[in-house]
C-alpha cells in the first residue's frame, strides 16, 4: 500500500548512513570505498531504506576522515573515481535509493588551493577567502577550537603575518562566508554535483558558517571541553547565518522548474543541516516551511545527555536520564507539530554506537535493546537516521590504548589533557565508552578474517565481536537484529500513521517506560519501550486489546489494567 505522505520525498523517508571509509573494501589496502558500496547496494536496499547518505569522499589528505576537503569536484583516490561516483549515483536510482552528499562548508583542509595561495600574502585575491586577525592587533580573542591540541582556535600564519581561524582543527581553516565570492564558489560546488543526479546535501556544522566578525571578546566559562554547551551555542548565533542559508537555497534550489521542485510541485533536493549549537526555540528559524532555509536539521540535545555537564564526552557513572531523554525527544518532536520537520538519531560516525551507549550491549540485553532503540528511531514522528551497522546491533570496540585510534578529536584530546598535567588514563576509559571510532569500526560483513571488511590490514581495527555480530548470521537469524530492522520498516511502510500520523507522549512520569502513540485519521498505534533492564509497569493504555504489530519478547504480560513490560521490551500495538 503506498504511503500518505507530505509530497516532499524526505518526510516519510529513512535515511541510512554509510561511513564509506568502513563499509567495504574493494581493493585490499583496507580502507572501504565506492566500489564497496556499490558492491553491497543490494544489501542496502534489502533494507528497506529510502536514501543513502555518505560521509565526504572527496580529495583530502584524511586529517579529520575526508571532514578536510582539498577539492570538492573530485573524489579522493582511497575511496575511488568520478566514474565509480557517477555508478553508484546510478545504480542507487535503479534500486530506488536516493543519494544525499556530506558537504563540508563551514572550512576546508589546509591543503586545499585556496588556502595555499591565502597564505602566501595578504594581497593574494584568496586570503580574505578565510577568517584572518592582524598581528599587529596583537594577539587574538580567545575562541575553542574542538580538535587542537591547545583547544586554541587560531594559528599563525608567517608570510602574512597573521593568524587564522579554525574551530576545528589548524589543518580545517574556516571559510569566510561574508565575502560572497566564497559563496559563490561553494553554490557552484551544489549546482555541479546536483548536476551529476544528487538529491540532497548533509551540511556539516553549517550552524557555523557565519561569525561575529566584530571579534568581540567571549567572556564564556573556561570550559573549553563544552562543546554542546556555551561554544557550540555561540558559535551557531552569528549574525547573516540565516540570510546565508535563505541565499543558498534561493541561488540552487530557487527558481520554479528548477531542481527544488518545479512551480511549488514536491521539493526533489534535500537540504539537511547539522546543526549543533541550536536550542529546540531556534529549530523553526531553520525549516519553517515558509523560511526557505533548510528542510531537516539535526540536533545535538540528545548527544550530551549521560556526559557530564561542561566536560568532554565524560560519561555519568550513573548513565543517561530517562526521564531528560524523553523530555529531549518529546519536545523535538512536538516543535514540528504544525510546521516543519525534525529528524531522529541515536548514532553516527561522530557517536559512539547506539546500543553501548543507550541500551545495553552485553549477553541477551544486546539484541533486545538493539531492537529496542530501532523500534523508537523508526517510530518516532521525524526523519529517521539508522546508522550502518546500528542494524546489526554492533557494538563499541573500547580501544584500551591510544595507538588504535585514528579520531583526531581523540587523539588531540588526549594531547591536551596530558600537557595540561590531566588525567589522560582516565580520558581514554571515557573515551571506551563515548570515544567517535566506536562507531567507526568496519562493518561486520562475516565471522571470517576481519569481518569480510578487507582482505588487508584495516584502516581502524575491526571488532574481534564480528565472530557472532555479523550480516552472515543475522541473515540466517530470524530472531536477529537485521530482520528486525526490515520487519520494523515493513511496518512504517504499512501504516502511514507511523509517517504522518500525530505523535503523543503517553506517560510523562520518570518511568524508564517510554509510550507514545502515533494516530492518523481511525489508526492509533501506542509504542512502549522499556528503556531498562528492570521489568517495568506500565498502564497508561487506553485498550490492552490492541494487534500486536512488533514484539522484541516472547511475551506479552498484563495485570489487570496493567501491562509488566519485560527488561528493554518494545511492544507496538495497533489501538
Ligand atoms: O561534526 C561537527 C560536530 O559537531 C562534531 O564536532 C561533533 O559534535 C563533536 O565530535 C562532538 O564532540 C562535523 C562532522 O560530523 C565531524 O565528523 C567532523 O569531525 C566535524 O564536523 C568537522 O568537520
Ligand atoms: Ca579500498
Known amino acids: 500500500m503506498q504511503r500518505k505522505c507530505h509530497p516532499a520525498w524526505w518526510r516519510c523517508a529513512v535515511i541510512y548512513q554509510v561511513y564509506p571509509r568502513s563499509f567495504q573494501d574493494s581493493n585490499a589496502d583496507g580502507i572501504g570505498d565506492l566500489r564497496g558500496i556499490l558492491s553491497r547496494i543490494d544489501y542496502i536496499a534489502s533494507l528497506g531504506v529510502d536514501a543513502l ?27 575511488g ?23 563540508v562548508f563551514n572550512h576546508t583542509s589546509n591543503v586545499h588551493e585556496w588556502f595555499r595561495q591565502a ?14 586577525w592582524p598581528a599587529e592587533r596583537g594577539r587574538p580573542p580567545y575562541r575553542c577550537g574542538f580538535f587542537d591540541a591547545a583547544g586554541e582556535a587560531w594559528q599563525y600564519n608567517a608570510p602574512t603575518d597573521s593568524w587564522y581561524l579554525h574551530y576545528f582543527s589548524p589543518e580545517q581553516p574556516d571559510l ?86 518545479s512551480d511549488g510541485g514536491a521539493p526533489e533536493i534535500l537540504l539537511f543541516g547539522e546543526a ?95 531492537k529496542l532503540l530501532l523500534t523508537f528511531l523508526l517510530t518516532m514522528r521525524a526523519t529517521p537516521i539508522i546508522y550502518n551497522g546500528d542494524e546489526l546491533g554492533m557494538r563499541n570496540i573500547r580501544f584500551a590504548s591510544i595507538d588504535d585510534y585514528r579520531d583526531i578529536e581523540t587523539i588531540q584530546n588526549y594531547q591536551r589533557i596530558a600537557t595540561a598535567g590531566g588525567d589522560p588514563e582516565a580520558f581514554l576509559r571515557d573515551q ?75 506517560n510523562h512520569d520518570d518511568s524508564p517506560v517510554l509510550a507514545y502513540s502515533r494516530s492518523l485519521g481511525r489508526t492509533t498505534i501506542a509504542v512502549l519501550l522499556n528503556f531498562s533492564g528492570e521489568e517495568a509497569p506500565f498502564d497508561g493504555l487506553l485498550s490492552l486489546s490492541g494487534q500486536v504489530l512488533i514484539n522484541n519478547d516472547a511475551s506479552v504480560s498484563r495485570a489487570g489494567k496493567s501491562l509488566r513490560l519485560a527488561p528493554w521490551q518494545a511492544l507496538v500495538f495497533d489501538c
Open 53 to 79: 547518505w555518505i560521509n565526504p569522499v572527496f580529495s583530502s589528505p584524511g586529517k579529520d576522515n575526508g571532514y578536510d576537503i582539498s577539492d570538492y569536484r573530485s573524489i579522493g583516490p582511497a575511496y
Open 176 to 261: 569566510n562566508w561574508e565575502n560572497p565570492r566564497v559563496r559563490r564558489e561553494l553554490y557552484d560546488i551544489l549546482r555541479f554535483w546536483i548536476g551529476k543526479g544528487v538529491d540532497g546535501f548533509r551540511f556539516d556544522a553549517i550552524t557555523f558558517v557565519a561569525k561575529d566578525t566584530s571579534w568581540p571578546e567571549i567572556a564564556l566559562s573556561t570550559l573549553r571541553d563544552n562543546y554542546q554547551g556555551d561554544w557550540g551555542n555561540y558559535y551557531a548565533s552569528s549574525p547573516h547565518l540565516h540570510g546565508y542559508l535563505k541565499e543558498m537555497r534561493r541561488e540552487i534550489l530557487g527558481a520554479p522548474g528548477g531542481p527544488g521542485g
Open 432 to 506: 571506551q565508552l563515548a570515544g567517535r571510532d566506536n562507531g567507526r569500526t568496519p562493518f561486520q560483513w562475516t565471522a571470517g578474517p576481519q569481518g569480510g571488511f578487507t582482505t588487508a590490514t584495516p584502516w581502524l581495527r575491526v571488532n574481534p565481536d564480528h565472530r557472532w555480530v555479523n550480516r552472515e548470521a543475522e541473515e540466517a537469524d530470524p530472531g536477529s537484529v537485521l530482520n528486525y530492522t526490515r520487519a520494523l520498516l515493513r511496518l512504517r511502510r504499512r501504516f502511514a500513521a507511523l509517517t504522518a500520523g500525530d505523535f503523543n507522549l503517553l
Open 81 to 103: 573515481t568520478m566514474t565509480d561516483m557517477e555508478e553508484l549515483i546510478l545504480r542507487a536510482h535503479e534500486k530506488g535509493l536516493r543519494i544525499i552528499l556530506d558537504m
Open 119 to 132: 597564505c602566501l600574502s595578504r594581497d593574494n585575491p584568496f586570503y580574505s577567502y578565510y577568517h584572518w
Open 276 to 370: 549543533p549549537g541550536v536550542p529546540p526555540e531556534q529549530s523553526l528559524l531553520f525549516v519553517g516551511e515558509d523560511r526557505g532555509e533548510l528542510d531537516l536539521i539535526s540536533h545535538f540535545d540528545g548527544m550530551v545527555l549521560g556526559y557530564l555537564q561542561g566536560e568532554y564526552r565524560k560519561p555519568d557513572p550513573n548513565g543517561y536520564n530517562r526521564s531528560q531523554f524523553k523530555q529531549v525527544y518529546s519536545t523535538w518532536t512536538d516543535l514540528f507539530r504544525r510546521d516543519g520537520w525534525g529528524t531522529v538519531y541515536l548514532g553516527s560516525h561522530d557517536q559512539p554506537r547506539m546500543v553501548s551507549r543507550w541500551g545495553d550491549d552485553r549477553g541477551e540485553f544486546r539484541i533486545r535493546s538493539a
